[in-house]
């Protein structure tokens, strides 16, 4: 591809979606953006660069003619639209702001040149502030992200935890059921605000130590039990491990390996006063792995009869 690579100029994949290239941009705007980096004509180099790659991978018909033809496109494939920067014409970033039209970069050297008041940047930043040296209001702080673990008991039954986390005590209470993978937000609890700005929040993803027994799928509980090769002939009892102890189960005569039975309310209650899930007992038939003379000669007069 001749010329610029826009995607790696965003610091993406080829094969990124739009999504994700809207969120490198973002990511890159915040950081090169010359409220950020005043004076730095590096950063006021850069930002015009993410605004050109943005510009065309943002634009699917753009896009597809860049992956076509590379970054000079529009001469080869006749394209009419134009370039941050002295390639024809303003870039306008409503979509990026938030705004409703008519915001747009110049194409004279500074970006933000010829503006009057400025460029609104309260969606980019965070909220409350414009440009350009005006006084910027409260503005909220930023989410703070963190891994929590718990054991499976813990997470069939709810626990509360007690975290110190940035040098803050943080209390914060799993209901019972929670899944690996879950995230709990506590408001208020994440970064700083700035000129007396709201916190953000903390948001916790719960990592769950999988069980030796049990596994968990919503409400219910799933588990395996060996079911001795007489007892699925003859029908029997088996004893079941639950979360509260023991159970048993009567197994009737001819039962077939892999079939499921159920425990009423032996599952995960969500909540106080709720109604709690089942237990799903998978039964394993357990089939010897050698005979005796003996044993054959029964199995073969059982297969006779059977027959």
């Keep these: 591809m001749a010329g610029k690579d826009f995607y790696k100029v965003l610091g993406v994949e080829k094969k990124a979606s739009s999504a994700e290239i809207k969120k490198a941009f973002r990511r890159q705007a915040r950081q090169y953006h010359p409220d950020v980096r005043p ?12 605004n050109e790659a943005y510009e065309v991978l943002s634009d699917d018909k753009k896009r597809q003619e860049y992956d076509t033809f590379g970054s000079d496109f529009q001469q080869r494939a006749g394209g009419a639209g134009g370039f941050p920067g002295g390639r024809g014409g303003g870039f306008d970033f409503s979509d990026l702001f938030g705004g409703g039209g008519g915001r747009t970069f110049s194409s ?43 054991n499976f008991a813990e997470a069939v039954q709810g626990t509360e935890l007690k975290l110190r986390i940035d040098n803050q005590q943080v209390s914060v209470k799993v209901p019972a059921g929670a899944v690996d993978g879950a995230r709990l937000r506590l408001k ?48 029997g009892k088996v004893e079941v491990p639950t979360f509260s102890g023991k159970a048993v ?22 909540g106080k006063g709720s109604v709690a899930g089942d237990q ?17 000669e029964l199995v073969e007069k059982l297969e006779k009869e059977l027959s």
């Excluded at 039964?283 to 003379?293: F, G, H, N, R």
Aim: hydrophobic share 35%; with cysteine.
């Design 39 to 50: 004076d730095d004509k590096a950063a006021e180099k850069k930002f015009k660069e993410i």
């Design 108 to 150: 004279s050297g500074n970006p933000f040149a010829g503006q009057s008041g400025g460029f609104d940047l309260g969606d980019l930043f965070g909220g409350g502030g414009g440009c350009q040296g005006r006084p910027q209001g409260p503005s909220r702080g930023g989410n703070a992200e963190h891994q929590v673990e718990i």
């Design 188 to 235: 208020g609890k994440g970064h700083p605000g700035s000129n007396n700005g709201p916190a953000g929040d903390l948001i916790l993803t719960i990592k769950v130590h999988p069980d030796k027994v049990f596994t968990m799928q919503g409400r219910d509980l799933l588990c395996n039990v060996d079911v001795p090769l007489a007892t699925a002939l003859l029908g």
């Design 249 to 270: 189960l009567k197994v009737k005569e001819g039962v077939q390996n892999g079939q499921k039975m159920r425990l009423r309310g032996k599952g995960v209650a969500a």
């Design 280 to 296: 799903i007992v998978e039964l394993k038939v357990m089939m010897p792995k050698s005979l005796t003379p003996k044993a054959r």
